[in-house]
T-cell receptor
Framework: DADVTQTPRNRITKTGKRIMLECSQT?????MYWYRQDPGLGLRLIYY???????NKGEISDGYSVSRQAQAKFSLSLESAIPNQTALYFC??????????????FGSGTRLTVV | DQQVKQNSPSLSVQEGRISILNCDYT??????FLWYKKYPAEGPTFLIS?????DKNEDGRFTVFLNKSAKHLSLHIVPSQPGDSAVYFC??????????FGDGTTLTVKP
């Protein structure tokens, strides 16, 4: 099994629908992140959580919400999906003590299309 | 305002030669820099990092150089191999916080 699992891998949804992307990890890491990648662009931070009771907005949090259900689970919700939220979404994890030397562990991504 | 920039969207090199990927940053408070590699249909994977108190870090064929006065870092891959063909992302972090990523450079290594 992958260290960081994202579900679904691909999703097509209609404008206005609520959708949830899920992320679970087996790394035992305390920190979790949601990033978004658009074609030709880098990874932009949506939300991050440094522990279960800590949730922080990233640079592009508008239109998104998150829930850290447990140390291992971090879900991202689009309350009312719009076409410009079509993108590749990545969940990542890191360990406070070692993330500078070992970086983030990323999931394989969720490709979301809003029509 | 983009704080981490990779100004070359793509780079093509011959197998066995050196690949040099560049990254510039604007925030002098960044204290750690990382490189990630990404293959299609996969998430990025961590490659190498460097602290702002160092100017060089080496791991096998990969070396990262940091020039703080120029706010510039580079990743050298020697020798380049076809399997190195991927998108490379530069990232920077501040005070053990979240990372800010550049837009990536697509490296193609030709056999």
């Amino acid at each position: 099994d992958a260290d960081v699992t994202q579900t679904p891998r691909n999703r097509i949804t209609k404008t206005g629908k609520r959708i949830m992307l899920e992320c679970s990890q087996t790394k035992g890491h305390d920190r979790m992140y949601w990033y978004r990648q658009d074609p030709g662009l880098g990874l932009r931070l949506i939300y991050y959580s440094f522990d279960v009771k800590d949730i922080n907005k990233g640079e592009i949090s508008d239109g998104y919400s998150v829930s850290r259900q447990a140390q291992a689970k971090f879900s991202l919700s689009l309350e009312s999906a719009i076409p410009n939220q079509t993108a590749l979404y990545f969940c990542a994890t890191s360990d406070t003590k070692s993330d500078r030397d070992y970086g983030y562990t990323f999931g394989s991504g969720t490709r979301l299309t809003v029509v | 305002d983009q704080q981490v920039k990779q100004n070359s969207p793509s780079l093509s090199v011959q197998e066995g030669r050196i690949s040099i990927l560049n990254c510039d940053y604007t925030n002098s408070m960044f204290d750690y820099f990382l490189w990630y590699k990404k293959y299609p249909a996969e998430g990025p994977t961590f490659l190498i990092s460097i602290s702002s108190i160092k100017d060089k870090n080496e791991d096998g064929r990969f070396t990262v150089f940091l020039n703080k006065s120029a706010k510039h870092l580079s990743l050298h891959i020697v020798p380049s191999q076809p399997g190195d063909s991927a998108v490379y992302f530069c990232a920077a972090s501040l005070n053990a916080g979240k990372s800010t990523f550049g837009d990536g450079t697509t490296l193609t290594v030709k056999p």
